[in-house]
């Protein structure tokens, strides 16, 4: 399996633009989380889905970020619009029921100008 | 509530010599406790997790770490650190009573510094 791939690597982008993040869980695992890496705040948890449904999204800073996952291969987190302040790497995870580890891809580092 | 603690920022060590992360942990159950380790512009990468019996885990590249339910701790050590080994490290915990709730809590992270 080539574990969880994210969409772009990079991104740098002016204030106001929206931002799109995309994510692949590894095949067969049920639950995706997304999460935000920043110097200040450490890795903060923003939403998990369960079967491509959200189940917790308190982490979710305020309404411009938004997220979903319309099947069980892929998953969006937007930004919109986007502010300095979101300057983090944002990362994707997945887990199997069973296993209960999280297994992390390599993550997208987004910068607001 | 479910809390981790990593009590230490940062910790250099000497090549060859023992190394320790420490973590303490907070749940209202019995936990499910992990190790990830970070290398620079990298995600995160599972090494170990306790879950249930031996309370000594053995995980990836000769780590390991002791539950120790008394002390509420899961530190990790290993025995002759290596200047590979240098990285940021975060202990995640999950409470085992909350069924349907697959989120972990990490701490902090602790950056070690293994010098040559």
């Known amino acids: 399996d080539a574990g969880v791939i994210q969409s772009p690597r990079h991104e740098v982008t002016e204030m106001g633009q929206e931002v799109t993040l995309r994510c692949k869980p590894i095949s067969g695992h049920d639950y995706l989380f997304w999460y935000r890496q920043t110097m200040m705040r450490g890795l903060e948890l923003l939403i998990y889905f369960n079967n491509n449904v959200p189940i917790d999204d308190s982490g979710m800073p305020e309404d411009r970020f938004s997220a979903k996952m319309p099947n069980a291969s892929f998953s969006t987190l937007k930004i919109q619009p986007s502010e300095p302040r979101d300057s983090a790497v944002y990362f994707c995870?997945?887990?199997?029921?069973?296993?209960?580890?999280?297994?992390f891809g390599p993550g997208t580092r987004l910068l607001v100008l | 509530a479910q809390s981790v603690a990593q009590p230490e920022d940062q910790v250099n060590v000497a090549e060859g010599n023992p190394l320790t992360v420490k973590c303490t942990y907070s749940?209202?159950?019995?936990?499910?406790l992990f190790w990830y380790v970070q290398y620079p512009n990298r995600g995160l990468q599972f090494l170990l997790k306790?879950?249930?019996?031996?309370?000594l885990v053995k995980g990836s590249y000769g780590f390991e770490a002791e539950f120790n339910k008394s002390q509420t701790s899961f530190h990790l050590k290993k025995p002759s650190a290596l200047v590979s080994d240098s990285a940021l490290y975060f202990c995640?915990?999950?409470?085992?009573?909350?069924?349907?709730?697959?989120?972990?809590?990490f701490g902090t992270g602790t950056r070690l510094t293994v010098i040559p």
């Open positions: 306790y879950i249930t019996g031996d309370n």
């Open positions: 995640a915990v999950r409470d085992k009573i909350k069924t349907g709730a697959n989120n972990l809590f």
């Open positions: 995870a997945s887990s199997s029921v069973a296993g209960e580890t999280q297994y």
């Open positions: 749940v209202s159950g019995n936990p499910y």
